[in-house]
Structure formats: C-alpha cells, structure tokens
C-alpha cells in the first residue's frame, strides 16, 4: 500500500503541475471545454484513488468538485466567476492534502465545508485567505517513460561493446602502465554504470502477481472449487522485460493447478484433506536467477494415467514408457498436444499446455523443474536470468567460427585424457561415455555444416561441453574454449532465428559479430532422445553405492606436472591476456573484471594467453596460473603428506599414477588477501577527520597492520584505541587516544605523534592498546 500511496501523490504532484496553466486559463474563458474536460478528469481520478487508499477526506473534496463540474459539462449550469473559485480553492486544498499526506503534517479541516458549500449554485462568492503552504520535501523519485529506459539500456549496451573493443585493441600490442589503469578504471566505472542502468529496469514481482488473486478467485468458483492463495516474495526485482514474457505461462501454471491439481470439495473430503484447497506463489533470487515455485495441495500428477493417454496417442509403447525413471514420466507432461482431461472445457482439454509453458520460458534461458508428491501435492520451480539484456557466455570455437553458449546451461567442459572419455557409436548414434556416464553426444561442426576436426574425438583432442537442458544432458564436440564473456544479447534475423538453432547475435570484445547457442533447440535439431541411455543410467546411478573421496579438478602446472586442487573451491577456469599480469607489490598480481587478485605461478609465463584457476574460499580469492584444465577426478582418501608446508599438500594415487593435491590453506595463506576478520584485530576509530586525511592517508597503513579501521562505531561497540588530530578534542572517550600532529618537532609535554612518522605512529597505538 505504501508504494501504491507514494506513486498516487507522485501522479497528483504531476498533474497539479501540469493543470496549473490551465486552471488559470478557465478561470479567464470558463466556457473553454478542453479545459473543463482536464481539471474534471483530475479531479474524477483523485476520487477513484481515494477510495482505493482510504483517504476519504480527499475523497469528499473530489467527489463534491466532480459533481459540479459534471452539471456543468452536461449544460445544466453555467459556470460564473464563483462557481469558478470555488472549484479552484479546492484544487489548491487538494495539493495541500497531498502534500500534507507526503510530509506527515496534519492539515486543519474546518476550512472543509465552506469550501463544499462555496460550489452551491447561488452560494456567495469565496473570498480565500491565503493559506500557509505545506512544506514540500524534496522529491526522490522521477516518473520517465518506458522507452527511455530501453534506450538507456541500449545505449550502456554499446558502451559495454565499445568498452570491450578499446580493451582488445590496446591489449594487442604494448600498452603503456597509464593507459592500462586508466582502461582498468573505465571498465569499473562501466560496469558500475550497467549495474545502475539495469537496476532503472527492474519492477517489483509483484505487477506479475497482483492480477492471481482475482483470476484464482473466478477460475475456482467456475469450477465449484474453493482455493486460497498466498503469495510470497512480491517484493524480488526482475527486469521489466522478464516480466511481461513470464505473464502468460505463470498464468497457464496457475490455471492448471486449480483445474488439474486441486480437488473438488468431495474429493478432498475423501482424502482427508479440508475442503479448501491451498495455493502458494512465491519467487526469492538465488544468485543470478530468480526461482518462481507455484506449489498446490492437490493429486499432484498420475503419471499412469499421462502413459496411457501417450500410449493411448499412438506416439510411444506403454511397455517402453513404463521403463523410464520417475523424473522422465514427470517430464511426459510436456509432450505436445498432451492433456490429461478427456474433456474440453474453457481452461483445458485442447492439448495446448505445458509444452507451450516450457518453450517460452526455455526461449529466455530459463527452465522448469517439477517435483510431484501422489495425493499431496505438485511443485512446479521455473528459474528465469534476472535480465535478458546482458548474459554471461562462454565462448567457444569451431573451425574458423565462434559462438557463444549460455553459461548457466554447461554442466562443465572436459577434454579426452585416458579412459575418463570415450566415444562410442550406438545405434547410429555418438555416445559420450563421462566417467561412466552415458549421455549423447552433438558435434557442432557436423550439425552446423562448419568443416571442423571431425568426429574422432579423441585422437584430435577436441573439447566436449556438458549441456543441460529441461529433458537431460548431452555433450557438445567443439573445437576450442575460447573465453568467458559477460555479452550482450540482441535478436538475429528472423531468417536465423527461425532455425531454431541460436537464442540471438551478440558483438563480443573480437569486434566480429557472433551467435548465440540455443541449447534445448540443438537438442531437438538433432533429434536426441533423453529417455532411454541417459534414463536407464539416471536409475543405475542411484541405485549404486556412493563412491568415497573427494571430488577434484585435474590439471597441469606450468611446471608440466599433474596436479590437484579440490573442486569446492575452484570458482572457474578462465583464459586471461598475460598483459593484465604485473609484478607489483612484491608480488605477481592479475588484473581483471576491474579488480586485483594475487597470481599464484609455479613456472614462467609465456605467451599471450594464460589459463587460471579462479580459487575462492568464501572471503577472498586468489588466481592460479596452470597449462591446461584436465578433467575433474574423485581423489581416494589416502593422501602421502608432504614433508614441509608448500603448495602441494601431499600425493594421491589416481589410476596408478602419483598427483600431487594443491595445499589450498597454504596457499590463501601465502597469497590470500590480507583481509582483517569483523572479530579479529583491535578496532580503531578515528576520530574527527572532517577533511578525510586520515582515511586516504592513514587507514590503509593501520589494516596492513590488522587493525579493524573505523569512522563511526555502532551502538554498543567499543573501539580499542581512538586515533585523532591535535586540534582536535576527543570528549569522554572510554578508549587511549593518539593524537597526530603536523609539525614534525614536538614541543616540551607533548606527546603526539608525528602525522607522517609510520613506525612511531604504529609503536604508539601498540602501546596504547597492549596498556588496556
């Protein structure tokens, strides 16, 4: 409701704005009937809203100004010099409750009635005193109109390009230290300004919400079903866009739960359940996505009863449905032209149903989940991107060709080492056998008609893709993993997109225009099917004992050995240009993504390009250089420690070959931000520094040291040492206080430290805090 009140004194502040002309014009020719038609709707919409918001005393203004202004349209009396007063004295207190309302004054009503009474025919002119005005605050928020904001969006959009085009072009040849910092800071800047820029866009979820209570409410009752409906999470942020594409399928979902899922009050009765029917829509955001779950009490759904319908259609044997796993039968909900209702009605019965859901929402790079409990119940989780404009993508290579593929929509990437990959040709059909796992294998090459290295996978050492889609899994053949790029997404043709085959063009950092994959439409290019191999190992897997040991990320060192490092911490393996890395600060650093992170080599780096491991431990991250991702392996329990701390940890015996494993504690030991914990060092607060010189100057000395550094405490903390001026008086401080003063000599008694004296300054805060 507050949103709702604060948008309608935003309109109201509008439109008095825009009226104030033109009330004055009437007031001088009140025959003039454009005019009268503008002051009446204002004064009609102001009536409406009141009653929505409960503001009846701006309420019976309006309602008393609209019914004389309507006698007066309607010809049934002629507007005079009082009639006109009247009607503008209660515009004028109109404004004057608005903006009473806004800053949380009250406002005297004994003016109220006369002003009501001045609009009788025959009434006396009013004579107005000028009132005092309210103050107005000053206004946060600013209406624009939605294709500003899109071509805001398309303006940052090129920016982004331009951005990446600058950096390529200046990171081609020798680039001068200045220049790249100054390259690092726009790049900051840039993606600060995306993020502001799609933050314009972003509408509460609630506008796609706020149409279900009523359609639950009619849809129920044509039905003879009583649902309530709870609602949770309105106030999750999703791009404008997203919203108005996931309108009709949240629609679709809703509708089907009630006629589909919940059961009528009979049924329910006979099951133990209460007569009304419970239906929750919530969404929350979970890192980059945001997750909509429409969740019912209802039968959740017969998947005998969707066999025999299929079997039924002639499309697939019964005998051969019943073999699939439950969460496949679950997907047989999608089939096309399926309905599990015999008869056809208003809401259902024609066949047009989940499959037009899961396409839509697919079509944005989203994907549907079910989860079905028989006679309990049905949840159905749609995961949506937050925005369709910008997309982070992998890059990868076919031929002479590039394309992107959404990253979200790779499992990961793994190349051929040993018996880890092998491919086989079963019925016709290439089969990736992963760490045995059997899932079916698209060349992109051969599938777009794009000479590559040809379909012997292992001798030529392509790279397959782990792709997921809504039906299962499959490996993509390319050639090359060029990069990981944040892209922005714009629509192809209609010739191209009409292929099925890419999800939009976009113009990479290359400055060579390049297509986006669309993953679930290659799938059905290639005509895969999900629901024999890849389902009978789906079941085969969870019916087999839980391998021990830990899962790990195989690779080679620049030094050229085979090593090691807990999957749990690798973030991502990213090729980055050698000309972002300087030694500087004592240590290797990589720029990147506008930050500095320390560079952990065991060898020379040569080259142009270099691949890293992105290692994260829920703080801080560090960058590991290596030679090449190798595949991801679960290390036996057994480790051989190593005989001194170092990089590696210790030796594990995999396939007979000894690997050493990366000491990750050593590591974000030795190169590890020095980041001091919330609860660790001794707080300082520094006190009275008005002209910030101890915060540019001072703070960054004292965190180095493992101080936590300060302006202001929160209530109920205390501060270890307090840090001040000379000039400067630190009242009733329960803390030591050094004081810092700017001659370098001291006089006699004097006790301060000199401002640019870091030792002393370091000295006395220790002493200071070690005397507590």
């Known amino acids: 409701m507050d949103d709702l009140l604060q948008e309608f004194i935003a309109e109201t502040r509008e439109t008095l704005e825009a009226l104030s002309g033109e009330i004055v014009a009437w007031e001088s020719s009140p025959d003039d009937k454009g005019r009268l038609d503008a002051i009446f709707r204002f004064v009609h919409t102001v009536k409406g809203s009141c009653g929505f918001l409960d503001l009846p005393r701006l309420g019976r203004l309006s309602h008393a100004a609209e019914d004389v202004l309507a006698q007066v349209r309607a010809g049934d009396r002629v507007p005079d010099r009082a009639l006109v007063n009247a009607v503008l004295a209660i515009v004028d207190r109109i404004g004057e409750l608005v903006e009473a309302i806004d800053s949380g004054t009250s406002l005297d009503d004994s003016g109220d009635e006369l002003l009501v009474a001045a609009l009788a025919e025959g009434?006396?002119?009013?004579?107005?005193?000028?009132?005092?005005?309210?103050?107005?605050?000053?206004?946060?928020?600013?209406?624009?109109?939605?294709?500003?904001?899109?071509?805001?969006?398309?303006?940052?959009?090129?920016?982004?390009?331009?951005?990446?085009?600058?950096?390529?072009?200046?990171?081609?040849?020798?680039?001068?230290?200045?220049?790249?910092?100054?390259?690092?800071?726009?790049?900051?800047?840039?993606?600060?300004?995306?993020?502001?820029?799609t933050r314009t866009r972003m509408q509460k979820i609630d506008a796609l919400f706020s149409a279900l209570p009523r359609m639950v409410r009619d849809t129920a009752a044509g039905l003879g079903k009583s649902v309530s409906l709870h609602i949770e999470g309105a106030d999750v942020e999703l791009d404008r866009e997203m919203i108005e594409v996931m309108r009709d399928p949240l629609v679709h979902i809703v509708r089907n739960s009630i006629d589909h899922?919940?059961?009528?009050?009979?049924?329910?009765?006979?099951?133990?359940?209460?007569?009304?029917?419970?239906?929750?829509?919530?969404?929350?955001?979970?890192?980059?996505?945001?997750?909509?779950?429409?969740?019912?009490?209802?039968?959740?759904?017969?998947?005998?009863?969707?066999?025999?319908?299929?079997?039924?259609?002639?499309?697939?044997?019964?005998?051969?449905?019943?073999?699939?796993?439950?969460?496949?039968?679950?997907?047989?909900?999608?089939?096309?032209?399926?309905?599990?209702?015999?008869?056809?009605?208003?809401?259902?019965?024609?066949?047009?149903?989940?499959?037009?859901?899961?396409?839509?929402i697919e079509q944005i790079g989203g994907r549907v989940d079910l989860d079905?409990?028989?006679?309990?119940?049905?949840?159905?989780?749609?995961?949506?991107?937050?925005?369709?404009?910008?997309?982070?993508?992998?890059?990868?290579?076919?031929?002479?060709?590039?394309?992107?593929?959404?990253?979200?929509?790779?499992?990961?990437?793994?190349?051929?080492?040993?018996?880890?990959?092998?491919?086989?040709?079963?019925?016709?059909?290439?089969?990736?056998?992963?760490?045995?796992?059997?899932?079916?294998?698209?060349?992109?090459?051969?599938?777009?008609?794009?000479?590559?290295?040809?379909?012997?996978?292992?001798?030529?050492?392509?790279?397959?893709?782990?792709?997921?889609?809504?039906?299962?899994?499959?490996?993509?053949?390319?050639?090359?993993?060029?990069?990981?790029?944040?892209?922005?997404?714009?629509?192809?043709?209609?010739?191209?997109?009409?292929?099925?085959?890419?999800?939009?063009?976009?113009?990479?950092?290359?400055?060579?225009?390049?297509?986006?994959?669309?993953?679930?439409?290659?799938?059905s290019a290639a005509k895969l099917d999900f629901s024999r191999d890849a389902h009978r190992n789906y079941d085969e897997a969870e019916e087999e004992a839980e391998v021990p040991g830990t899962p790990a990320l195989l690779f080679r060192d620049l030094d050229g050995v085979r090593r090691a490092v807990a999957l749990g911490i690798v973030d991502r393996v990213e090729q980055v240009d050698t000309g972002a890395i300087r030694f500087s600060a004592g240590r290797q650093r990589l720029a990147i993504e506008g930050r500095i992170l320390p560079l952990v080599a065991q060898g020379q780096i040569a080259g142009d390009r270099l691949s890293v491991l992105r290692l994260k431990d829920g703080e801080g991250e560090v960058a590991y250089a290596i030679q090449e991702a190798l595949d991801i392996v679960v290390l036996p329990e057994e480790l051989a420690p190593a005989r001194k701390p170092g990089v590696v940890a210790g030796v594990v015996l995999l396939d007979g070959e000894q690997v050493e494993l990366l000491d990750a504690y050593w590591v974000f030991g030795e190169y590890g931000e020095d980041e001091v914990e919330e609860e660790g060092g001794p707080l300082c607060l520094l006190s009275g520094d008005a002209d910030g010189w101890m915060a540019s100057f001072v703070r960054p000395i004292l965190e180095g040291a493992g101080y936590r550094v300060k302006t202001e405490l929160a209530p109920g903390e205390t501060a270890s040492v307090v840090l001040s001026t000379e000039d400067i008086a630190v009242a009733g401080a329960a803390a030591p206080v050094v004081r810092l003063r700017r001659r370098k000599a001291a006089k006699p008694g004097d006790d301060s430290i000199y401002r640019y004296d870091r030792e002393g300054l370091l000295s006395a805060l220790e002493a200071r805090v070690g005397g507590r």
């Open 372 to 523: 079905s409990t028989p006679g309990k119940g049905l949840r159905i989780a749609i995961h949506v991107p937050l925005t369709l404009s910008i997309i982070s993508a992998i890059v990868v290579g076919v031929g002479k060709q590039r394309f992107a593929v959404p990253r979200q929509a790779i499992e990961e990437i793994v190349t051929e080492r040993g018996d880890a990959i092998r491919v086989d040709m079963v019925g016709g059909t290439r089969v990736a056998t992963v760490r045995d796992r059997r899932i079916p294998l698209v060349d992109l090459a051969e599938l777009l008609g794009i000479e590559g290295s040809g379909p012997d996978y292992v001798s030529s050492g392509q790279m397959l893709a782990i792709v997921s889609v809504s039906d299962g899994s499959y490996a993509l053949g390319v050639d090359t993993v060029l990069d990981n790029e944040e892209l922005v997404i714009k629509p192809a043709s209609p010739a191209v997109m009409s292929t099925g085959l890419y999800a939009g063009q976009t113009l990479p950092d290359s400055g060579l225009p390049m297509l986006m994959l669309d993953c679930a439409g290659m799938a």
């Open 261 to 360: 899922g919940i059961e009528g009050p009979a049924e329910r009765r006979m099951s133990g359940k209460r007569e009304n029917g419970r239906l929750i829509v919530s969404a929350r955001q979970s890192g980059n996505q945001i997750i909509i779950e429409i969740a019912d009490d209802g039968r959740g759904i017969d998947t005998d009863r969707l066999i025999r319908k299929l079997s039924a259609n002639g499309v697939r044997s019964e005998r051969e449905l019943q073999a699939l796993s439950d969460k496949a039968k679950l997907a047989l909900v999608f089939e096309p032209g399926l309905s599990s209702k015999d008869e056809v009605t208003e809401i259902s019965g024609r066949g047009v149903g989940m499959d037009v859901v899961r396409a839509s």
């Open 123 to 197: 009434a006396e002119e009013l004579v107005q005193a000028v009132a005092p005005g309210i103050q107005r605050g000053a206004s946060r928020s600013v209406r624009l109109n939605v294709e500003l904001l899109d071509r805001m969006m398309s303006g940052m959009s090129d920016m982004v390009l331009a951005r990446n085009e600058l950096a390529r072009r200046l990171r081609s040849g020798e680039i001068d230290p200045a220049v790249e910092a100054a390259l690092e800071r726009l790049s900051l800047t840039v993606g600060e300004m995306r993020d502001t820029v």
